[in-house]
Structures are given as C-alpha cells and as structure tokens.
C-alpha cells in the first residue's frame, strides 16, 4: 500500500501458519482508543478498558465477511458495569461505556468480578447469533480466549494491551489472538505458547514501537508462515435519525405519547459518538400514527 506507514496508523495484521492449522492476527488501536475515550468522556482506567476492548473487537473482527458485524460486550458488578465494542468486517470500529467516569485500581476491579461476556455476530442470517460465558478473571483478553475456546470451540491465545502517558491518554493500545484450527499442530502450538511466556510483556513491546506483523514474526518465529492482508482500523458509527426512530417505536405509543405530555419533544444521544437527535411534537406525533 503506497504511503502507508504501518508505524503511524492503526491497522490489524492477518497470517496464516502451520500450513493452514495456525490463524495469527495482530492490531495497533492507539489513535481510535484516543479518541473515543474522549468522545465517551472516559477516566484513564476506562480508557484503559476501551483500549483492550477495542483491540478485542478488531481481533475477533478480523474474520468476517463482507457486509458482517460483530460486537463484544462486557457486563459485571464493578463501577463501569457495561462496555460494548463493536467491529465491522471493513475495521471500522465504535465503543460505548455505562459509567465513563468509573474509577478503579485495575480492569478487574473496573469491570467486576462477577458478570458476562456476551459476543454477537451479525452475520447476514436472519438473526444474528449470540454466545455469552462468565466471566472467569475480568481480564479481558483471557475472558475473550476463554469465550473462543469454550464456546465456539476454537482455542485461543488472546493477548490485549494498553498503556497510559501521565496526561491520562493512552500511550499505546493493541494486542494478538493466535487460533489453532484443527487439524491441531501440537508442536507449532506449544512453540508459540513458549514464545509467549519468553516475550517481553506485551505492553513494552508497543512502547517500542513494534507493529502487528513484526508481533507475528516474533510470535511465530521458527514456524512456517506467510501474511496475508494488512487493513486500516477507523472509526465509524452506524446511527442515523431512521434509526433513532426506530428505537424510540419500540418504546409503544403509550410511552410516546407520556413523552409528549411531559416533555413536548425529545432528544435522543447515540451512545457511540454521541450525536443529538431532537425530535419536536409533530414529529413525535406522527411517530405514533405509526405504530
């Protein structure tokens, strides 16, 4: 890709190795972790959430298919009780948070000990498909392997990172996911699960600047690999005043008509880039004759 420097933009990095029995796949999200923690107000160990949920969505987003979305969603006890990522196929990428301001020691104890993952693909079937897990550590990264692993069967080595500068932005966000796909290569798992534990934390190695596919290359070094794509990571949301309208007719008409008693009008804020949709009497009446 002329002008692309892979230093300089937020991007996922896919390979295949093992002759086909090993998906890798790693991402730089620092820029987009950036701005939508600022767009959702988020206090540095939120951001720090985002950060990894983010990176998580691109990774498990990294498969789809044209015109497929997915989203992740993590809901516990913890201050920020809900944090929502979401992928589209061409890596466009949003996040929303409950309570942005929440504030805590580390994203365990942000998130909650107690709580779910849920993941849902929208596929292009008639309903999208939904799997949701316990949450088993809080980590979002080994909640995310624990969740392909157990339920869809694939196992996985999820690794999510995000650091913070002294301003409170993140210094740096991204992460890996290595999938063995059967036929298992026991040997070339159990290479790269020592080249794992040799690393230097994930954490140092974005701080020096390493890319996605120099991550590959250190993840699967001795392992026969080849790449295969490099795509942009962009911010995009999908709401729109139809679709706004939409949501406020499930309310029922009852609901819309309390609303025009009580308020005259309504406005509507998208939880992921915070755009304001005002709608005045008539237009809220005629929402009703529709329902």
Known sequence: MKGYDDRMHDHIYRAMASK?????VACVTTKLANDISFLQGASPAVSMALGRSLSGAALLGSILKQGQRLAIKFEGSGPMRKLVAEADWDGALRATVAVPDAMADNIPALLGRAGFLTVTKDLGLKEPYSGTVQLVSSEIGEDLAYYLTDSEQIPSAVGLAASLLEDGQLAVSGGFMIQSLPPSDE???ERIMASIASLPPLTVLLKEGKTPQELLELLLEGIDHHPLESTD????CGCSREKVERALLT???EELERMIADQDEAEVTCEFCKQQYPLKRNELEQLIQTV
Not at 20 to 24: D, E, N, P, S, V
Not at 233 to 236: D, E, K, N, P, V
Request: cysteine-free; charged content about 25%; proline content about 0%.
């Open 251 to 253: 309310l029922g008409k």
């Open 233 to 236: 990571l962009f911010f995009r």
């Open 187 to 189: 040997a070339a798992v």
């Open 20 to 24: 086909g029995k090993i998906r890798a």
